[in-house]
């Protein structure tokens, strides 16, 4: 495992405000499926710890594992070998405190984007005391103007928008992101990552990304895992500590973006 500082600071500096996120240990943790009667190791020996208020990006091949690791975390499925906790608690199902949002934003087309924002409080029968979490989640992902459009109204952007707050209404303390910008043109994208470190600065959770793209991961993350082909290990660890507002031409981040794609073994490619 290689670790990378990019400066002489620790990771965790300027433009991160808060550290009312949870932290995240993640202990040897292997993982193997059953696909067609054979044995299908998928993770081997993952160590990770995610310090309260980190944004922490993973990279890797195709196929190596990524999503499977994420829904661990999410307690959506537990692993073979190893154990994960989230502020000393041992993950052992879902939990409104550690909310996934995926590539597809899995809005209900039947309710408008108040009602779909407002689901996890109305499963935990919070709705009728905290209404006015629905509006600050709307208000804080620019949609307060849109509370009663229904999703097939929405650009994509707009309804990724949608998915973030729905997760955001629950006050998550970690905040599981699979590709959330996956689908998104390139434009969008580049506004929504300007989004994210905005939401992420203002709500202070921590933060646990998958994402195929190297700018985007070197744009958010204060630090970025790379992991091997399948079975996924941590092939290296790249610390980010360049402050934020971050500014895509700055030579650091293209100096951390030759290292990743090193990693990735396409440094060739740079
Ligand atoms: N429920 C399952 N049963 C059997 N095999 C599975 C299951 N879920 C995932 N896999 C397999 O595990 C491997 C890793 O899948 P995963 O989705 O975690 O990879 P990934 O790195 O997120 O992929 P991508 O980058 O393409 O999205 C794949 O080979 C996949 O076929």
Redesign the pocket.
Known sequence: MVAHTAESEPALQAGIPSQRGAALSIHEISHC???EGRP?P?LEGISLRLEPGEFVAIL????????????LVAGL?FPTIGRLSMDGRAIDGPDASRIIVFQDATLYPWRTVWSNVALGLEARGLLRSHRERVDDALRLVGLAGFPTVYPRQLSGGMAQRAALARALVNDPKLLIL??PLGQLDSLTRIIMQEELVRLWQRAGFTALL?T?DVEEAIFLATRVIV?SD?P?RIRAEVVNARPYPRHRGDPHLAELRREIMGHLGLAETW
Do not use: I, N, Q
């Open positions: 499926f059953e696909l299908l998928v890797g091949p195709s196929g190596c594992g990524k999503s499977t690791l994420l829904r499925d699979d590709e998958v195929h992991l399948r996924a």
